[in-house]
Each structure stands twice: as C-alpha cells, then as structure tokens.
C-alpha cells in the first residue's frame, strides 16, 4: 500500500494522483522558464525559437509524467533491457549515425533525430543500481569489477564517436550510483590514481582539437581569435554584467554575435551579462534546491535500489551543471556540455525530465505497509 493509497480520496490532489512531486515540479518549471526569456535574447529576440523550446518543454513533461507513474520496482526489473538497448543503439550509431562538425553521435529515424547518448545517462546509472541491489553492502571486489565493466563499455562508445563532455557524465553517473552504494575512500583514491596514471594514454588518444581546448583552457590567450576565442568572449559577456547586469535583451555580447553558440552551451554567459551576479545566484539557488530536493528522496528510499538511483541521478545533475558553467567560467575545458534545462535543444530536456520523473517515482509510490 503506498501513501497515495491509503490517504483519503477526497484529500488526494491532482498532482498526487499523477504521482507528481510539487517541490520538485515548481523548481524545474522556474528554471525551464528563466531558459525561454534567456534564448528570447540570445537569439536575437528569435520568437519561433521559443516557441520551439516551448514545444521541448511540453515533451519533456510528457517524458516526466509517463516515468513517474512508474513504481520504482518496474525500473529494477526494466534496467538490464533498457542498458541493452542504449548499447545496441549505441553501435548502431557508430555504422548508421549521421556526422555533423566533425563527430558521429546522432541517429536519424525520419520524424526524430536523437542522441542515444543521452538514454545512457539513466540506463547506466538504472543499471548498475539494479545490479548492486540485493549485493553486500558495501559492494565486494568482484562485485565492483562487474559494476565498472558496466559503467566502462557504455562510456567507450560514446567516446569514440567522439563525445568527451557526453562520456565523462556517464561514468560520473555510474560512479556516483557506486559511491552510494558504499564505495569506500580507499577504493575512490586508487582509481583517481589510476585515472591520473593513465592521463597521458588519454591524452595520445585524444583528436587534435579535443587536445587544442585542453590547451586553450591552460592558457586562453594563446590564441585569443582561434581555438580561445569562445571562452574569450564568455569571460567578457561574464564579467561585463557586473552585480547587477545590463538587464534583459541588453546584452551585446550575444546581440552583436561576439559570443558563439550563444543559445546552446554558452547561454550561461548570455544570462550572466544580462543579469548580473544577483541573477547568476539566485538561477544557482534554484539547481541548489532541485539537487537538494533529489538527495531527501534519496534519503526517502526505501530500499537500496531506490536510494542509491536516486542519488545518483541528483549528484549526475549538479555534475551538468557544474561542468557546463565551469567551463564557460574558463576553469575547465571545453567538452560541449549545455546548461541543464535551460539550453537551447530537445533530447538532453527529455533524458532530464525523464530523470525527474524516475526520482517523482521514488517519492511518490513509497510504501505505508511492506509487500
């Protein structure tokens, strides 16, 4: 019996009856919209582009509402076919996938085209949650090298096609689930040792110009109007907000096409040089508070799947956001991630809000009396 069960039916919302959590709701819809008046500005006062985000949006609720009706026992049984089929897709993007600037990561079905990438930022974490549920706790040496196999292939792919910012959230994401499933510190700081270790076979393997961000966020100005030039021009749209900003659609940066992808990955900077530093804190309050919200219903869990997914998908959202507003703040490289939510562009909206709607699950369908 679950809590919507047994409250009375008179006392039963509407948003309970589609098992929806209402803190989490308002958070993500405040942040959504702060996402439609930014790309109103940064591009160009584009009405058609919001409407197009708009449309997004609506998707990716839709996605939000059919997983959260879901009780959290489906997606234990579900992750071993729903990890199947992102591999399949995966490899199916490596001989069908069509090429744009250079990388090979999206597939082309006619009515839609995706990046089944993306499904791997909840299938891993789905998975490796199913697959440490029911193990010792925590997880024994054999138990981890399977959880890494499955964490490893996934992000090998995705790699190759290529898609740095895209794989190193997918082994974020399953790191993370194993960190709540009891890591311990001696196992973490040993493969921080290894990954540092490796540093320079990763660095052979990398394409020429995933080596040139590396060496531009080292040293920006060494080619100021080449490869350092987006990060140039994000540090200035950053700094000439100022405390309070230029105020909305004030923006030059954006308005004059100094700063590229100015509606995608670097919108972030587009908000920052319209809004200030004032602004910058409260759009962080609110990741603050949907990533703080992720981590009571992780504590809510009632059992070991559903903590430790729950976790993990709120830790890999604030890693979305922190690698993409660091590495428009030039403190880390870039990897082409966009700004969770508010960017401009449809299948990261929907695998977020599909996320959500996993952990609105979680909350919702929490039992009064144990099956």
């Known amino acids: 019996m679950t ?13 309970a009856r589609l098992h929806v959590d209402a803190w989490l709701a308002v958070l993500l819809l405040a942040v959504c919209s702060v996402g439609l008046f930014v790309i109103y500005s940064a591009t ?35 992750a071993p076919y729903l990890y199947a089929a992102g591999l399949l897709l995966l490899l199916a993007v490596l001989v069908l996938g069509d090429h744009s600037k250079g990388a090979q990561r999206w597939l082309d079905l006619g009515v839609v085209r995706f990046q ?23 997880p ?21 096609q290529p898609d740095l910012g895209t794989s190193l959230l997918v082994v974020a994401a399953g790191g993370f689930v194993l960190f709540f499933g009891g890591l311990s510190w001696r196992w973490i700081a040993s493969v921080v040792g290894l990954a540092t270790a490796a540093a320079p076979i990763v660095w052979m393997n990398m394409r020429e110009y995933q080596q040139q961000r590396v060496l531009t966020f080292l040293d920006p100005s060494s ?46 900077a587009v908000f920052a040089e319209e809004m200030g530093l004032l602004g910058v804190l409260a759009l962080l309050t609110l990741y603050t508070l949907i990533v703080a919200r992720g981590l009571v219903i992780a504590l809510r869990g009632q059992d070991t799947f559903q903590r430790i997914l729950a976790g993990g998908l709120s830790l890999t959202f604030f890693l979305y956001v922190f690698i993409n507003i660091g590495m428009v703040m030039g403190l880390m490289p870039v990897v082409g991630v ?25 909350q919702t369908h929490r039992k009064l009396i144990s099956s």
């Not at 024994?140 to 190759?160: F, K, N, S």
């Not at 140039?232 to 923006?251: D, M, V, Y």
């Open 3 to 15: 809590e919507l069960d047994a409250a009375p039916r008179s006392q039963i919302g509407l948003l």
């Open 44 to 78: 160009g006062s584009d009405g058609g582009a919001v409407i197009s985000q708009v449309q997004r949006i609506g998707m990716g609720i839709v996605a939000l509402l059919i997983c959260a009706q879901a009780p959290p026992e489906l997606y234990r049984n579900f």
């Open 116 to 138: 089944p990438s993306e499904i791997m930022k909840i299938a891993v974490p789905m998975m490796v949650a199913s697959y440490l549920h029911g193990s010792n706790i925590p």
């Open 140 to 160: 024994r040496l054999q138990t981890l090298a399977g959880a890494v196999v499955l964490v490893a292939v996934p992000t090998a792919l995705v790699a190759v």
């Open 223 to 268: 080619d100021p109007l080449g490869a350092g030039y987006h990060i140039t021009q994000s540090k200035i749209a950053i700094g000439s907000g100022g405390i309070f900003g230029k105020g909305w659609l004030n923006g030059t940066q954006a308005s004059l096409d100094f700063l590229p992808e100015s509606h995608t990955d670097f919108i972030f």
């Open 338 to 362: 966009p700004l969770p939510l508010v960017s401009f562009g449809g299948t990261s909206m929907v695998s977020l809000m599909a996320g959500f709607g996993i952990l609105m699950s979680i």
